[in-house]
């Protein structure tokens, strides 16, 4: 015969087939017992709850990660997808380039005086720098398609609240009183944004003289249309330029600093809506604006994309090539896709 203890006992009481009971007032006692036996004690409970939340802890952080790799593989896919995109338009439409991108760059007026890197940017300055091309040289830009840049302008008024003075761009971005984003800050004043553009023009005297220069159409808020400024025939047009080496880009390694001679000149600039890539009615433009999500929500959000348009001279100067020609797409925090492609596979974390 089995000794008889707690355990034993407990375990012969499980077994027993309370309703087999005749007595009813055993019956009712035995269902309670058996009821508290089948239940938890407090401590029971607490561990059970612990577990259940660690169990919890590391399903968010594994969801969290396969998020973020998620998203990185959806920013490889964009980065491809308008690499392809802007390959097709300028096949399509016989060798011509989209225009009307984002110069990456603010000035003070519509003269575009006093130009710097636009203080919105999330890619800093070891990757993108500041150069000029002369009015030649926009011209050659001009004659493969890309004849318009759009500039952010402190002297433009966007929205009733907020001013696109410098150091307030991001400002201006982040109030909740106005309708300007972060995207479409090179946009006019009418399309909230702080934009004007640049247009070359072949013949600036409209009287078939062909003297180059540029002419800025600036489109306050409310105007019906762009108003045109005064033609410049002299000045040099700021651009950005991608100063991060080549190698990240095409994996070929240049000696010295960016504009070394020999170097080649990589001009940036950004794929914003006002781009005809994005006129849906144009052959081989696409039909949205691709969004890079990982930067500040008062950070300019879209992909660059990155130009081989000649070589720097031995003091520094660009000397054009024969026809620019699109090198890659970087992400908004510039970043190219393999440095991306690293985010997704976990190999290196810039997200």
């Not at 009971?21 to 239940?39: N, V």
């Not at 000649?310 to 890659?328: F, H, K, Q, S």
Request: hydrophobic share 45%.
């Amino acid at each position: 015969m089995k000794k008889l203890n707690k355990k034993n006992i407990l375990k012969r009481f499980r077994n027993i087939d309370v309703e087999a009971i005749q007595d009813e007032g055993l019956r009712s006692k035995a269902r309670k017992l058996k009821s508290k036996q089948s239940g938890f004690t407090l401590l029971e409970l607490l561990v059970v709850v612990a577990i259940l939340a660690a169990i919890a802890g590391t399903a968010t952080i594994a969801l969290q990660d396969t998020d973020a790799r998620a998203s990185a593989a959806a920013h490889v896919a964009m980065m491809d997808e308008m690499n392809k995109g802007i390959r097709t338009f300028r096949v399509l439409n016989r060798g011509v380039f989209p225009n009307g991108f984002d110069s990456l760059v603010q000035v003070d007026t519509v003269a575009l005086d006093n130009p710097v890197l636009m203080e919105a940017l999330a890619i800093d300055d070891t990757s993108i720098g500041l150069d000029t091309i002369t009015i030649g040289q926009f011209g050659q830009l001009a004659d493969i398609g890309l004849s318009s840049f759009n500039y952010v302008a402190e002297d433009q008024d966007p929205a009733d609240f907020g001013t696109c003075a410098a150091g307030e761009i991001q400002n201006l971005i982040g109030s909740r009183q106005n309708a300007v984003v972060a995207g479409n800050i090179f946009l006019s004043a009418n399309g909230n944004g702080c934009g004007v553009r640049a247009q070359f023009n072949g013949d600036t005297a409209g009287d078939g003289s062909d003297v180059p220069g540029w002419n800025v159409f600036s489109q306050a808020e409310g105007a019906a249309g762009p108003t045109e400024g005064a033609a410049n025939v002299a000045d040099p047009l700021p651009i950005a330029v991608w100063v991060g080496g080549s190698e990240r880009l095409t994996g070929q390694a240049e000696d010295g600093a960016f504009n070394a001679l020999g170097n080649t000149v990589f001009m940036a600039t950004g794929l914003g809506p006002a781009s005809s890539l994005f006129e849906a009615n144009k052959l081989g433009g696409m039909t949205s604006v691709p969004v890079y999500r990982h930067v500040s929500a008062d950070e300019y959000n879209r992909f660059i994309a990155i130009w081989d348009i000649g070589t720097y001279d031995g003091a520094g100067e660009i000397v054009m090539g024969d026809a620019a020609a699109l090198t890659t797409i970087v992400d908004g925090a510039g970043d190219t896709k393999e440095e991306e492609l690293g985010e997704w596979d976990g190999s290196r974390n810039t997200i």
